[in-house]
């Protein structure tokens, strides 16, 4: 037992590396966030206020992006639509995949948010003379908001690890470089064990950045 | 003249049973996983719940790792840790540990907010009818606590069914992985999906549908 020697100082060596792949998937997530709540927030209003065709579109995404494994969907993006003719860059796959998934699970965030705002705060905003627009963004959105901080953040949280699955489409995010780099020594145990604890920061600063600007924003 | 030798097959009747088998592995991994992620995690919960120094210093932070870590780099760090430390395990056994130690560390959260929502005062008229500390659990925690989570555990649950699919990763041959062979042989990745896709839909809707709607019921 235990005739295993850790070898650490070709991880140490080629740390760098990982870290700027740790930086690829911070953006990918971002980017894969930022698309997700703008979708979202549309499929969430569709599925609140619209009949017909462009209502099953909407719930049929929500669906299907709750219901089906992360790594299904990511698959589907690579390897289905290929067969359609449209070839992605593995960049491109990871993002639509991870983007298609978020817009999923927060359009149901959304839609239990607005579902929260009683009916009479329309109502009240209108008869001050409110147009929809000025009624939506200065009080529905922002109650919303509140409301959905936290799920927020989690799904933020659940984006980056996620993202992990673009090692396998030959994406070079963190899990991607570190299997291309364990491949190249062996190392394998060493170079995820490293790559773990860099998810693990990733994570933390996340949750600690949210938590510093919830004390901003709610201040009140 | 005959027709050229192909390396590809066309998708026949006899690869929907391979894929049938295949997603019978993934209920079976996935049931295993979640009725001993379950049982763990309850347990995991209530020492948690108890509050302990020794949980809140030592098991609430080893069990964020496992919420912090992306899971796919938790397969493959433990399944090239096992042989580290002597363990011969196979890519099932490890799947199993990894998904039953990833489960656990969810539905311990889960189960921590379940005892949280029964309330002190309840607790203490069950205590003070002179029940002991185990039959207050037993007898009063238990069932109101399990009403209070049921959906929350069914999401957990049936995430972890959707994780699954990374075991894919370790070689061992659930619905994804083998929809991923059948598509090197036939060629057709987007059929196969598709089924593959319908598969997890089919076992994944009915159940999420079926939890909101009792946490609909149980919430009037």
Known sequence: ????????????????????????????AVLAMIIGVIVGLGLALIR?????????????????????????????????????????????IVLSALSFNCAGYLAENFRGGFQAIPDTQIRAARSLGMTAWQTYTRI????????????????????????????LVGFRELSGETQALASRTY?????????????????????????????????? | M??????????????????????????????LSI????VLGVVFGWMLFEGRWAAALFLGPLLDVFRSVPLIIQLVLF??????????LDPFLSGVVILSIYCAALVANVARGGMEAVGPSMRRAARSLGMSYWQDLRHVVLPIGTRAVFPSWVGVALGVMKDSALVSVLGYVELLKASQILITRTQEPLLILTIAGAFYFALSYPISRYAANLEKRWAS
């Open chain 2, 2 to 31: 005959e027709p050229t030798i192909s390396f590809f097959f066309d998708f026949q009747l006899s690869d929907l049973w391979y894929l049938a088998e295949a997603a019978w592995r993934t209920l079976l991994i996935s049931a």
């Open chain 1, 1 to 28: 037992m235990f005739d295993y020697n850790f070898h650490w100082r070709p991880v140490l060596k080629n740390l760098p590396d990982l870290l700027a792949a740790g930086l690829t998937t911070l953006q990918v």
């Open chain 1, 48 to 92: 609140l206020h619209m009949r017909g065709p462009l209502r099953w579109f909407a719930s049929a995404w929500v669906e299907l992006a709750r219901n089906t494994p992360a790594l299904f969907q990511l698959f589907f993006f690579g390897f289905g639509l290929g067969a359609l003719g449209v070839h992605m860059t593995p960049y491109a």
């Open chain 2, 35 to 38: 009725t001993i992620g379950t």
């Open chain 1, 187 to 220: 190392r394998i145990f060493e170079y995820f064990a490293v790559t773990a604890v860099i998810y693990y920061l990733i994570v933390k600063i996340i949750l600690g950045a949210s938590r510093l600007l919830a004390a901003r924003l709610f201040r009140y």
């Open chain 2, 79 to 88: 399944y090239n840790f096992a042989p580290i430390i002597g363990l011969v």
């Open chain 1, 140 to 167: 529905i959105i922002p109650q919303v908001f509140r409301i959905v901080y936290h799920p927020l953040t989690n799904q933020m949280v659940w984006a980056v690890l996620i993202s992990s699955l673009g090692m």
